[in-house]
């Protein structure tokens, strides 16, 4: 589409690739064999076909070994965290809602993710002036992720 905006993230040997237009939301994962080809293993914006369009579109991505977070993007107020499981199979494992935001604060339009840990912009946050922005810490403990701290501007 001619405003889709794609966006990648690379670990190892597993790629993640999001096409997003508003419309559709395909989220690919990928994984590179012995032999160097890239296999596409499942799209996970199945889980999250609900969220489409006004949640994913623009969405960002950061992969970290067998984790993969998603975010909202623009007019999101999710995100959303998938875990790789021994054999190989990718499941939801947190659906983290946003609730103190609103519509136009862009809420994962940038994801990072290292470890247990999770950074996400929230573009458009007035806790500290119009639109000044902050970011969204939350840690993972045992499959839960919980928001640790709310990063705003400091004067």
């Known amino acids: ?4 905006r794609i966006a990648v993230t690379l670990s190892g040997n597993t790629l993640v690739v999001s096409d997003t237009d508003g419309y559709t939301c395909q989220i690919l994962i990928l994984e590179r064999n ?3 080809v890239w296999i596409q293993q499942v799209d996970v914006g199945s ?15 950061s992969l970290n070994g067998d984790t993969l977070a998603v975010g909202g ?13 021994a054999v190989g199979l990718w499941t939801l494992e947190a659906n ?4 103190d935001t ?8 940038t994801v990072s993710l ?9 573009e458009g946050d007035d806790d ?17 992720w919980t928001k640790s701290a709310n990063l705003t501007h400091v004067d």
């Open 1 to 4: 589409s001619s405003s889709s």
């Open 34 to 36: 012995g032999a160097g």
């Open 47 to 61: 889980f999250i076909k609900q969220a489409c369009p006004e949640n994913i579109w623009l969405s960002g991505l």
């Open 73 to 85: 993007g623009i007019y999101g107020k999710y995100t959303y965290v998938f875990a790789r499981d």
């Open 96 to 99: 983290l809602t946003h609730v």
């Open 102 to 109: 609103v519509n136009t604060d862009w809420v994962g339009f």
């Open 114 to 122: 290292h470890g247990d840990v999770l950074a996400i912009s929230v």
């Open 128 to 144: 500290k002036g119009l639109n000044a922005g902050a970011v969204y810490m939350y840690t993972r403990a045992n499959k839960t």
